[in-house]
């Protein structure tokens, strides 16, 4: 009875939960078959396959596909690589280690329009930004980074957002990485490198496979950072998947368009976590 009880409660949450869901799933599958305009709304009907042909036709949709993939990477790489190698150093005893180790974590808690705003204005502008000063001061031509070099700085901004995320994870495994197996190696004569590469990037395999998962997650629908510096330019050199969207939906005001493009970021997104999730799970098998 208790039990029964318990479910009963819990229930309308449970309903909440699923019509948050699939309220949404639901109507953008509908619109993505229909044609759907919110310029002219009175000209609809069924569209059939029309929205996912102009969506596969059209070369920005496979422009916007390999931006979202090469960002996707590039982080990936940037903040599992430096992640890993600053865990290694914080986890070492040094004068002002734990002021050190709050100000690396700080700046995932930035907003990341807040952290664009800070990157595109105060670090990357040409005339008035840090980088500028330091190119002038040495008596080099400042760099506009969002006109020359688009993609790698939006990698640069939101590597810089997640490298903290990393490096919060790959420390805690760290930590619980057994001292005396570490003793042990140096005792036998293995060196730095050594221990590094056969001892302690093995026991953070886990911990480098939940950060490779949950990023890429999240990494997948990168908006305000591209919206906030480049808006999806200069052309569609930083257009990504969530940002065509954005485009298709609000800028062109094609509903039935933007839906498809919706759905087929749903299906790549769960593929893309199904092998992670699948991948992870072996890991934690063994």
Known sequence: MPRAVGRLLLLPSVVVLL???IVPLV??????????????????????????????????FWVSLEN???????????????????????????????????????????????????WKN???HPIYGVFGALA??????????????????????????????????????????????REAARMD????????FFITLPHLSRAISVVVMIE???LLTVFAEIFVTTSGGPGNATTNLAFLIYARALLQYDIGGASAGGVVAIVL?????FFLVRSIARRLEV
């Not at 569209?47 to 036709?57: E, I, K």
């Not at 901004?157 to 760290?174: D, G, N, Q, Y």
């Not at 004569?189 to 590094?196: E, L, R, S």
């Open 269 to 273: 997104a769960n593929i893309v976590a």
């Open 68 to 118: 979202t993939m090469i960002l996707l990477a590039a982080v990936l790489v940037v903040t599992v690589v430096l992640g890993t190698l600053l865990a290694v150093v914080f986890n070492q005893p040094f004068l002002g280690r734990n002021i050190a180790r709050v100000l690396a974590i700080s700046p995932f808690f930035v907003m990341p329009t807040v952290s664009a705003l800070v």
């Open 216 to 218: 890429t997650i999240f």
């Open 122 to 124: 105060l670090l990357m």
């Open 19 to 21: 019509a948050w869901m």
């Open 189 to 196: 004569g293995a060196g730095v490198v050594a221990q590094f």
């Open 27 to 60: 109507m953008t599958l509908w619109f993505s078959f229909q044609y759907y305009n919110l310029v002219n709304p009175g000209t609809g009907g069924f569209a059939g396959l029309d929205n996912y042909r102009y969506l596969v036709t059209d070369p920005d």
């Open 136 to 181: 002038r001061s040495v008596g080099l031509q400042p760099v506009d980074w969002f006109a020359q070099f688009p993609l790698a700085s939006v990698i640069a901004i939101v590597a810089w957002e997640w490298l903290p995320f990393a490096l919060l994870i790959l420390l805690t495994a760290v930590q619980s990485l057994d001292h005396e197996q």
